[in-house]
């Protein structure tokens, strides 16, 4: 098989080379288009956390069981990650503008779908349509910014544009727990509806439609099913994997083989294809993949942690949901303050040493949370949460201009797919991972911390099982035979040192995955804007 070396080109308009050209009026307004599509944004972001709240009071409502619970998580994701570069595809062939305006609208209607669903399985089909929503809207976002702001100021649009993600998904706890707590779990996802109209109404008036000369003009079918079928079994894999499965199943091994040999097909189908999916010399740009691998890592520290920080919280400091979401505020604090400082920095100085110093409190917050105990108190926490929303700005903020910028202008959607494909692969690899580590540790412990604590006999299963979220079952083992507060507190005691000894493991290897990650930092630089069609043809 021969393979091209290089792709014939359009002439390229003036304005390619130019960038945006002046704006009057409202509409193409380039801070005014940053807030139509941050609203957007801040709906399907802060969807990303708000629906965890709301899973136990659907579960009673609708009588669901655990796995139809973990199937409104899971079908969201997965057809988030499957569609999202696609979507950018899509964008960057019809145009973002059209992209995002549908992204919303069909986001909004499956969340009001949602809320008068009366069937678990109905709620699990609009999650999915959801997902595939989100993916049409979240790199046309990019997209947008990219093709709407000069070079100068593109770091700073990212910034806030990062700062909405992080402050929205970090939020999501807390409103999640106010609607839930005070209205019921269907507000949680009535309130994208009135949001989305908002978002809908700005869009439609400010937005500008931006195509490159150098659009693509067909669709690579067979790319789309091989992509779409590689990271649908890549993340089945994960998700089955920390779901029931376990790392050592035949069944994991299998979906991750699959996956693999998906990858490869897509590549060597990409390599002879005329008008690719995914150029794949896209990749010769080192600072590119480094800001993909970067943003993969950082997603597998920051999710993969977050997820034992809110059983932390809930289990061992026995906080509720809102008080959980208030304690971690130093963290959405931190991010929300960080990102625009982090967007003039990465303009002034470029993005290598703010994403290495990014990195490298993020490795720190993460050593420091393997000292959280349970008489840990409000401050030490909050410390650490601070330089963790700290650390995780400039990377959200660089990593994304990197991709973005070192990509194409004809190819933005494109890498807007990769950027937020790159994060959900890694949140599904950190939970899935980290949860792997901790009940490995706590299948290793918790026997002799029974015996150690002068327990009679051999625990019962479901209390390991319960030391993995550090959460007692204090109401179930009150109704046991032969209970007393005593007992009671020290099978709590048990439960609770074993989960913190799992945690602490956990994090150390999210800290070990963030030193890692600002190594691959230093590989970094500023996107070049330069000709969006070098290097961009088959290899």
């Not at 209607?109 to 069937?119: P, R, T, V």
């Not at 699990?124 to 046309?140: E, K, N, S, T």
């Not at 700073?156 to 005070?182: D, F, K, N, Q, Y």
């Not at 800290?511 to 230093?522: H, L, Q, R």
Request: glycine share 14%.
């Amino acid at each position: 098989m021969t393979s091209q070396t290089t792709v014939e080109k359009a002439p390229r308009e003036p304005e390619d080379n130019a960038g945006p050209a002046p704006v009057k009026g409202l509409r193409g307004h380039p801070w005014l288009t940053l807030f139509a599509v941050a609203i957007g944004v801040m709906m399907v972001a802060l969807d990303g956390t708000i629906v965890a709240i709301a899973n136990p009071a659907i579960q009673r409502d609708l009588g669901a069981s655990l796995a139809d619970v973990q199937w409104i998580t899971n079908g969201y994701l997965l057809a988030l990650a499957v569609a999202l570069i696609t979507a950018g595809k899509l964008g960057d062939r019809f145009g973002h503008r059209q992209t995002f305006l549908i992204g919303i609208a069909g986001f909004a209607l499956a969340s009001g779908a949602i809320g008068l669903s009366s069937e678990i399985s109905l709620v699990i089909l609009f999650r999915v349509l959801q997902g595939l929503f989100g993916a049409l809207l979240m790199p046309a976002a990019l997209g947008l910014l990219r093709a709407t702001f000069p070079a100068e100021k593109l770091n700073m649009a990212i910034g806030i544009w990062g700062m909405v993600i992080g402050a929205s998904t970090a939020g999501g706890p807390i409103v999640g727990g106010l609607l839930v707590e005070h209205v019921s779990w269907q507000s949680v996802f009535f309130i994208n509806v009135p949001v989305g109209v908002v978002a809908l109404l700005f869009g439609l008036v400010i937005l500008k439609d931006h195509r490159a000369a150098n659009a693509p003009r067909s669709f690579d079918i067979p790319g789309i099913v091989l992509l779409s079928g590689a990271m649908f079994a890549l993340i089945w894999g994960i998700i089955k994997a920390g779901e029931s499965w376990g790392w050592g199943d035949g069944r994991t091994w299998a979906w991750l083989a699959a996956a693999i040999a998906l990858f490869i097909t897509f590549g060597l189908w990409e390599n002879r294809v005329k008008e690719p999916l995914v150029p794949l010399g896209m990749f010769r740009s080192v600072p590119l993949t480094a800001g993909v691998v970067l943003m993969t890592l950082m997603a597998f520290a920051f999710m993969g942690g977050l997820f034992f920080v809110t059983f932390f919280l809930q289990g061992v400091h026995g906080l509720s949901p809102v008080d959980s979401g208030l304690h971690l505020l130093p963290l959405t604090a931190m991010m929300i303050v960080s990102s625009p400082v982090a967007g003039l920095l990465i303009t002034k100085f470029g993005p290598r040493v703010p994403l290495v110093g990014g990195m490298v409190c993020t490795a720190t917050a993460m050593f420091g949370m393997t000292t959280l105990s349970e008489s840990t108190g409000t401050f030490a926490m909050s410390l650490w949460f601070a330089l963790l929303g700290c650390g995780l700005a400039p990377v959200m903020v660089g990593a994304t201009e990197v991709i973005v910028g070192n990509a194409p202008m004809e190819l933005s959607g494109v890498a807007g797919g990769l950027q937020q494909a790159a994060m959900q692969v890694g949140g599904a690899l950190g939970t899935a991972v980290l949860g792997a580590v901790m009940s490995s540790k706590v299948s290793a412990e918790f026997a002799d911390n029974w015996a150690g604590a002068g327990l009679p006999g051999a625990p019962d299963p479901k209390l390991e099982e319960a030391a993995e979220f550090g959460m007692v079952p204090a109401d179930a083992l009150a109704k046991a035979p032969g209970m007393t507060p005593d007992v009671i507190d020290r099978i709590g005691g048990v439960i609770h040192d074993t989960f913190m000894s799992g945690m602490g493991l956990a994090f150390t290897v999210a800290g070990v995955v963030a030193v890692i990650a600002a190594f691959v930092a230093t590989l970094t630089k500023r996107g070049e804007n330069a000709e969006a069609g070098a290097g961009v043809g088959h290899i």
